[in-house]
């Protein structure tokens, strides 16, 4: 009877231990209790004894494998690819960090890359004192190639290539018509950005391309409202909860910022946060009402000053080769555009091949230097600009 009333003593004091706990003192406490009882449990997995606790952590491992296909099979009674062409791009690999499209889902997108670059600042530390530049984040240009055309073609078709992409103009216009071609910005950080000092850094930038574009010393004060509207979007407090910044105060690494313009000069501000394809989020962060604010964006990139000149060239020999009439695809190419090889003479020939022959599709593209590579040694240059003439003056003899 006495062993009986201790016990239930015992069970009551305990019970009025366990209600005196707060909540999270109850949830450590169940934590701790089940990580006790998982590494003191033990079960046997292939004839061989373990902790439960190091058999789960070994069923999440093996998860995450399947999750990214590495354990799928390779050979079926229907072949892999075959199977798989009936799902959608954004359904296959889960959990890889990119996600790879077919040829026929990447042609049914409408905006194209125009140019793509990289802006580093001083390294701090041994690096500064070497001269060393940290990556802070990639970038590139999209924007619809037929509109691109349409605005471009005009002022900047069959000009000396070098000069178009030298001249200043050129990326004034694509400043003046980005929001009739949708012209798009997208940013991936490559390393935790401090999100005040960035936005310090934004603000700075910003109100230098906005003076440049009004041709005023000094902005209205309806441009400094409209600017500083735009950069309060991106207030720690306020897009804390998106799930693109750590505790810290630093935007992850891996992020990607979208910018794009609308119609009416607009321009919407989107994130994706970093991660595993299953794990990405894209929230809004806000949209800008000031066609001014939309200009100084895009001339941060392209204007006088950019943050990354070398990108700035590319986005304009991009732009150069779409107001030409050419595309970025090899199965997007017209009638009557042709691959140029230049021979030791310097002479140019003009082959004619199907462009819808497969061996011409499936040269590697890279629009931004205006060349195809076959695997031989003799480089191919399409016809492009002088090119262009030349071929003019030989059709006419």
Not at 13 to 33: F, G, H, I, N
Not at 146 to 160: G, S, Y
Not at 334 to 346: M, T
Not at 375 to 393: N, W
Request: glycine share 8%; with cysteine; charged share 25%.
């Amino acid at each position: 009877m006495n062993g009986t009333t201790s016990t239930a003593e015992a069970d009551a004091s305990l019970q009025r231990q366990l209600e005196s706990l707060t909540p999270e003192q109850r949830d450590a406490l169940r934590a701790y209790a089940a990580d006790y009882v998982a590494r003191r449990s033990r079960v046997v997995v292939d004839g061989k004894s373990t902790s439960l606790k190091r058999f789960a952590r070994r069923v999440a491992e093996k998860k995450k494998l399947f999750e990214s296909g590495a354990m799928e099979e390779t050979v079926r009674t229907i072949p892999r690819w075959q199977l798989q062409q009936g799902i959608p791009a954004r359904e296959l690999r889960q959990g890889a960090y990119k996600q790879q499209l077919r040829d026929h889902e990447e042609a049914e997108l409408e905006l194209d890359r125009f140019g793509q670059g990289v802006v580093t600042s001083r390294a701090t530390g041994l690096g500064s004192l070497l001269g060393s530049r940290r990556r802070d984040f990639a970038w590139g240009i999209y924007a619809r190639a037929d509109d691109a055309e349409r605005v471009l073609h005009e002022a900047w078709a069959e000009r000396d290539q070098q000069q178009a992409v030298a001249s200043e103009d050129l990326y004034l216009d694509i400043v003046r018509y980005a929001h009739q071609m949708e012209l798009t910005l997208i940013a991936l950080t490559s390393r935790p950005l401090p999100l005040a000092a960035t936005r310090q850094q934004l603000a700075g930038k910003l109100e230098a391309s906005m003076q440049r574009l009004s041709g005023k010393a000094e902005l209205a004060p309806k441009a400094k409202a409209d600017l500083q509207q735009f950069v309060s979007m991106f207030n720690d407090n306020r897009v804390a909860p998106a799930g693109w910044m750590d505790g810290a105060g630093n935007v992850r690494e891996g992020t990607h910022f979208l910018f794009s313009t609308t119609p009416e000069g607009h321009l919407v501000a989107e994130a994706i946060t970093p991660g595993r394809l299953k794990e990405r989020k894209t929230s809004r962060i806000c949209v800008n009402q000031s066609p001014l604010v939309t200009a100084s964006v895009f001339d941060m990139f392209l204007g006088p000053q950019p943050l990354d000149e070398h990108g700035k060239q590319d986005v304009g020999h991009g732009m150069v080769w779409a107001a030409n009439g050419f595309r970025f695809r090899p199965w997007e190419m017209r009638p009557g555009q042709y691959v140029a090889a230049k021979g030791p003479d310097g002479r140019l020939t003009y082959p004619k091949p199907d462009p819808q022959q497969e061996e011409c599709m499936a040269l590697p593209l890279r629009p931004s230097v205006f060349q195809l590579l076959d695997e031989g040694t003799r480089p191919l240059q399409r016809m492009l600009l002088d090119s262009i003439q030349a071929a003019a003056a030989v059709d006419a003899s």
